[in-house]
């Protein structure tokens, strides 16, 4: 059986065998948290995506569209859980600096409450391919972990979700 001729044409276009989304690594630095060493416990992480917004002006009945600002979407990532919760403490920790359970107040001025991320993305051969760095990052959302009796052969894990200014 012959092969088509444009399988051979895709195949030699995808000569490395294409990227694959399990090789990456996700590193969080905010040093007032105590937060370091998270390659080892980020399990799903994201390459970033941005927006273009556009402006619509009316002119002789017609809408005319101008490039607008580029926004940031949020970046979400799953983290396992360690039995010393060291992790999930640093960031609760993060979270009580921007904005305290008790007092309602801000640990820091807004510049230092602010840590940076990195998403590495590896080839098979175990080099980098791309590397993301999002700056002005800070939690906006820490998920439940959800605790189940039937649950015993898995490690807990929960998500998190960070704004920030911007990738490069």
């Known amino acids: ?14 000569a490395d065998g294409g990227a694959r989304p399990s090789l990456f690594t996700m590193e969080l630095d905010y040093v007032p948290a105590g937060l370091s060493k998270t390659q080892y416990f980020c399990r799903v992480s994201e390459i970033p995506g ?3 917004n556009f402006i619509t002006q009316k002119f002789a009945g017609r809408e005319i569209k ?3 600002q580029r926004t940031f979407t949020n970046l979400t990532v ?6 010393g919760f060291r992790i999930r403490k640093a ?3 993060w979270m009580d600096l ?10 820091f001025q807004q510049e230092g409450l ?3 991320g990195t998403v590495t993305q590896y080839a098979k051969t175990g080099g980098d391919i791309k590397t993301y760095k999002f700056f002005g990052m800070f939690p906006v959302n820490i998920a439940a ?3 189940d009796w039937s649950n015993d052969a898995v490690i807990e894990e929960y998500t998190v979700e960070f704004a920030y200014q911007y990738w490069l």
């Open 1 to 14: 059986m012959a092969q088509l001729p444009f399988l051979d044409e895709f195949k030699s276009q995808m």
């Open 50 to 52: 941005s927006q273009q």
């Open 66 to 68: 101008f490039a607008g």
């Open 78 to 83: 799953n983290i396992l859980n360690d039995e």
């Open 91 to 93: 960031l609760d920790r």
């Open 98 to 107: 921007i904005n305290g359970k008790l007092t309602n107040l801000a640990g």
């Open 114 to 116: 602010e840590g940076v």
């Open 145 to 147: 972990i959800s605790l």
